[in-house]
């Protein structure tokens, strides 16, 4: 990637996966302009308390291509993550048969313990899928955290959700909003970090 920081062809066959606690309180932290004396109004902080569900996201250079939110107080282990992955392989047949049916699709995914489990591992060989190393502790270089999920951020800064299915609806319409092209840079970025991470 390096050696070829503009290769559409090798951008394409990037599909990108991670996960993303969800708050259903998210709390307008705005900055407030306070004359001398003034005492700001506070607000909760939604980082440490409140009810949440995990976002699991994977995405590629044109759309993403599967999401699925978690019921509150659940997390992802290696069984769940296999059974997402089925998932998002039968996404790519239906939606992007000429990635999936050649088997050039390169899994990046951070090194969360789900996600390099031996059993993982074995149903990432059983798809034939290529794997993109993910330096550990770099974040920077993550793209989901870089784009989608920073975005998001800003997308659900001061919304209020009842229940998972707001969540999801919520969830569904940020992802409709977004071009082509913003998939598509987000996905390119990642030779320009690369290269300002090793170099």
């Not at 259903?24 to 001398?36: A, E």
């Not at 992007?96 to 990432?124: E, G, M, W, Y």
């Not at 569904?172 to 320009?192: C, H, M, V």
Request: glycine share 6%.
């Amino acid at each position: 990637m390096l050696k070829n920081p503009n290769d559409k062809r090798f951008f394409r066959r990037i599909v990108n996966g991670d996960e993303k606690w969800i708050f259903l309180n998210n709390y307008n932290h705005g900055k407030q302009w306070l004359g001398k004396g003034d005492r700001g109004i506070q607000t909760p902080k939604d980082k440490k308390l409140g009810t949440k569900v995990m976002l699991c996201v994977w995405w590629n250079y044109e759309d993403i291509v599967y999401f699925d939110l978690l019921e509150y107080g659940h997390t992802v282990n290696s069984e769940l993550y296999k059974e997402q992955l089925t998932k998002v392989h039968e996404k790519l047949q239906s939606r992007f048969q000429s990635l999936a049916n050649r088997k050039r699709v390169i899994l990046q995914h951070d090194n969360a313990r789900p996600h390099v489990s031996k059993t993982t591992t074995q149903k990432i060989n059983e798809l034939e899928w290529e794997l993109l190393p993910h330096p550990p502790y770099s974040p920077d270089i993550a793209q989901s955290d870089y784009h989608i999920f920073l975005s998001i951020e800003h997308f659900f800064h001061g919304k209020k959700f009842n229940n998972v299915e707001d969540v999801k609806n919520a969830c569904t319409e940020f992802f409709a909003s977004k071009s082509k092209d913003w998939y598509r840079g987000g996905i390119k970025q990642l030779a320009k970090r690369w290269e300002q991470t090793i170099y």
